[in-house]
Every structure is written in C-alpha cells, then in structure tokens.
C-alpha cells in the first residue's frame, strides 16, 4: 500500500519569506503526485499535479513541485509567502498502476504567515 | 456550473440514528468519491464509484453504504451512527477513472455523532 509523508504538521514562515512544504511518497513504482490547499471551513482545491514529462511543475498562486525520483519527494514551495497562503496544504498519490482514481493523502500541514 | 455540492453543511445525530449525505455533480463526470477527514490523519477514501450502478469500497468502508443511480449523484448513507463516525465528510468527482484525473472536492458536509 502506498503511503505519503508530510513532515512538519505546523510551518509558520513571515509574509515574503520562502515556503518549503515537505512530502514524500513510499512505492516501488512513483505515483502520481498532487497537492492540494484547503481554506478555513471550506473543500480541497487542486494546486498542482505531477503526471509525466517536466520534473518541475508550475501551480496556481505562485506555487511549484519538483518530482525527484532519487528522493521520492514532491516538495511544495513558493519563493515570497502571501498573507492569504495561510491554509491547510495537503500532499497526495494515486496509483499508476490503475485501479481507479483512488487518492492516498498524507496528515496535512498547516501553514501560517506572520507579519 | 455549480461544481460538487454536498447537503448538509453541518448536521447533529444521536447514536443509533440513520442519514443521509447527499452529493450531486453537474460536470458528467465518471468517477465519484466519498473521503473523511479527521484531525491529524488527512482524508481517507471511504466509497467510490467508476459509474452508474457501479460503486466499491475504499480504505474505511465499515458503517458506510452506498449507490449510484445517476451519473450526477452518489450518496452516502450512515446505517446506525457511531460517535467514531464524527469527522467532516467530502464527496469528489473526476472525468474518468484515470488515476491521473484531477478530483474536484465539495465544500464538505460536518457530522458530529453523540
């Protein structure tokens, strides 16, 4: 079974800092690879997904991934932090090997932007 | 489009008591899904379905049913509520099956069972 690992459940960073969100993934066979943001009280929206090609990928909001294969990692980051960048992130996997579009999400990090 | 929504946004139930969770996509899309999320544990898949009358069972199925009549709605249905069902319940649609899909996700539906 695949597993997905977020290290760091609370990152806090100053508005116009770096962000660097962790993920790592664990299977034999390197997944497909999403992350999501989540907004107080409200559903998961799509920041960027790692399919094939590229190993960097480009999100919305600022954001970018880069697949590293060596590492089994699909860190998140954003060069300058936003107030509104404060969310819940979530890194996720889904299998290549079929079997339906079934999404295995790590624990969550919480960013929070200070002034 | 309205995208995925989910009614209730919120809802109270007594242990032993039965209900519905309704979901609805106006996208055609093929793949439905039901996650819950508890605190510290991210989303976990409960149900999903590849179609119409097709659903199966996903990694916390136990206390959980459901049907797909319609390409636009997938329901969950709790049988006899359990306070360890207390989480907050989001249902996702994608195109197809193909684990490359992007899942669009409702605005959730927050269940606490005492």
């Known amino acids: 079974a695949q597993s997905v690992t977020q290290l760091g459940s609370h990152v806090s960073v100053s508005e116009g800092a770096l962000v660097l969100l962790r993920c790592n993934y664990s299977s034999s066979v390197p997944p497909y690879l999403f992350w999501y943001v989540q907004y107080p009280n409200q559903g998961l929206q799509l920041l960027l997904k790692y399919t094939t090609g590229a190993t960097l990928v480009k999100g919305i909001n600022g954001f970018e991934a880069e697949f590293k294969k060596s590492e089994t990692s699909f860190h998140l980051t954003k060069p300058s932090a936003h107030m509104s960048d404060a969310a819940e992130y979530f890194c996720a996997v889904s299998d290549r090997a079929g079997g339906g579009n079934k999404l295995t999400f790590g624990t969550g990090t919480q960013l929070k932007v200070e002034l | 489009n309205a995208g995925v929504t989910q009614t209730p946004k919120f809802q109270v139930l007594k242990t032993g008591q039965s209900m519905t969770l309704q979901c609805a996509q106006d996208?055609?899309?093929?793949?439905m899904s039901w996650y819950r999320q508890d605190p510290g544990m991210g989303l976990r898949l409960i149900h999903y379905s590849v179609g119409a009358g097709i659903t199966d069972q996903g990694e916390v199925p136990n206390g959980y049913n459901v049907s797909r009549s319609t390409t636009e709605d997938f329901p969950l249905r709790l049988l006899s509520a359990a306070p360890s069902q207390t989480s907050v319940y989001f249902c996702a649609s994608s195109y197809s099956r193909f684990s490359a899909d992007t899942q669009y996700f409702g605005p959730g539906t927050r269940l606490t069972v005492l």
């Open positions: 996208m055609n899309h093929e793949y």
